[in-house]
Each structure stands twice: as structure tokens, then as C-alpha cells.
């Protein structure tokens, strides 16, 4: 089975900080991405990354960063956390190369900014 | 552009009931169509996707949708609804053909079951 792992499943943080959120992926797909999850609006992509150091803005891209310097890793960057970026993170993974292959997801970190 | 539309973002069923889950999807080309599962403090989960071949697609759990062009639906079933069914249920939606492999997802459907 894929596994893919968050690094946090709780995570509190003061406004302003820099934040690191941390995915790692144990089935060598080429596909991973950043969602946030709130309540009524789904889930709204952040960004994805197709390659190691290939990297897409999503629909909500603003204020985050991304970086993938290695295959199985894909970490999130709040550059400089705000209140309205409390929310339910969560990190998925793909295969490449057809677009049936179905997303796998960690278990989310749900991050409070104080 | 691709967009989903869940009718209902609470449905509540008794136990044993016959569970309808609604799915609507806008697309101008062939659609590959998902349903995930998310329990309480746990990541998505596949229940079941649509690619191309049999419109109706069985899942896990006992769970099965049907993909209707003319209707843009692809709504999700269960006969006879348990406790452990209690969940969210996301539709989502991604293009065949493009350059990227996004999917688009519902707002998401609340399940209760009641005893």
C-alpha cells in the first residue's frame, strides 16, 4: 500500500513565523501535491510538483512556496504565517503518465496560526 | 474548465436505508471521475474512480456509482447503509488530455446515520 506521511498531525504557530510542513512518500510516484481543506469549501489545490524541482501554482498559491529536492519529499512553506491560513493541510501523491491514477493522501496536519 | 457540484453538503440516512449521494461534473471533454471517503481525522481515501469502459463502477465498503453522460452525474450508492458509513464523500473530477494532472474537487457531502 502507498504510504504517505505527514509530519504533523497538529501544529501551532504564531503569526509571522516561517512554517515548514513536511510530506514524504514511500511508492516512488512522480505526482505530488498541496491541498487545503475548510469547512464548506472542499479542498482547493496550492501547488503540485510533476519532477523533482518542477513545481506548479495551484489555485490558491498565495502566500505559500513549495520545494522538492527530492523525489519521495514535497514540503510546504508558509513564508510568513497569518491568521487565515489556520486550516487543514493535507499532502497527496500520484503515479505519472495517465490521468486515472488516483490521488493517495497523508492524514492532514491541521495547523493553527496564533 | 472542469468544475464538480455535490447536491447537499449534509444527507442524513437511518441504518439500512439505501445511502444516494449526489455528483454533478462540468466538463467539454471525456471526464475521469473520482469518490473519496474521508472519516473523522484521517486523510481521503478512494472509494471508487470512473475511466472509461462499464458506467457502473463498484468500490470498496459495498459502495457503487454510476457515470451517465447525458445526465453529467456520476452518483454514488450504497443499498443498505451501517454506522460505519458515517463520513465525507468528495466527488472530484480530472481531464483526459492536458498538460496536468489537477483534480478538481466538491465541496463535499456530510453522511450521518442514524440508528
Known amino acids: 500500500d502507498v504510504k504517505v506521511t505527514q509530519s504533523s498531525r497538529y501544529l501551532v504557530k504564531r503569526t509571522g513565523e516561517k512554517v515548514f510542513l513536511e510530506c514524504v512518500q514511500d511508492m516512488d510516484h512522480e505526482n505530488m501535491f498541496w491541498y487545503r481543506q475548510d469547512p464548506g469549501l472542499g479542498l482547493r489545490l496550492i501547488y503540485f510538483?510533476?519532477?523533482?524541482?518542477?513545481?506548479e501554482k495551484g489555485d490558491i498559491p498565495e502566500g505559500y512556496s513549495v520545494s522538492r529536492e527530492k523525489k519521495e519529499r514535497f514540503s510546504l512553506i508558509l513564508e510568513s504565517a497569518s491568521t487565515n491560513q489556520t486550516s487543514m493541510y493535507l499532502c497527496a501523491s500520484s503515479l505519472a503518465g495517465a490521468f486515472n491514477q488516483p490521488q493517495h493522501f497523508g492524514d492532514g496536519t491541521r495547523l493553527s496560526i496564533l | 474548465a472542469q468544475s464538480v457540484t455535490q447536491l447537499g453538503s449534509h444527507v442524513s440516512v437511518s441504518e439500512g436505508a439505501l445511502v444516494l449521494l449526489r455528483c454533478n461534473y462540468s466538463?467539454?471533454?471525456?471526464?475521469?471521475l473520482f469518490w473519496y471517503v474521508q472519516y473523522p481525522n484521517q486523510g481521503l481515501q478512494l472509494l471508487l474512480k470512473?475511466?472509461?469502459?462499464?458506467?457502473l463502477v463498484k468500490g470498496i465498503n459495498g459502495f457503487e456509482a454510476e457515470f451517465k453522460k447525458s445526465e453529467t452525474s456520476f452518483h454514488l450508492t450504497k443499498p443498505s447503509a451501517h454506522m460505519s458509513d458515517a463520513a465525507e464523500y468528495f466527488c472530484?473530477?480530472?481531464?483526459?488530455?492536458?498538460?496536468?494532472?489537477?483534480?478538481?474537487f466538491g465541496k463535499g457531502t456530510l453522511l450521518t446515520v442514524n440508528p
Open positions: 510538483s510533476y519532477d523533482v524541482k518542477m513545481k
Open positions: 470512473y475511466t472509461t469502459g462499464a458506467t
Open positions: 472530484a473530477v480530472t481531464l483526459s488530455g492536458g498538460s496536468n494532472y489537477k483534480l478538481t
Open positions: 466538463s467539454s471533454v471525456p471526464p475521469y
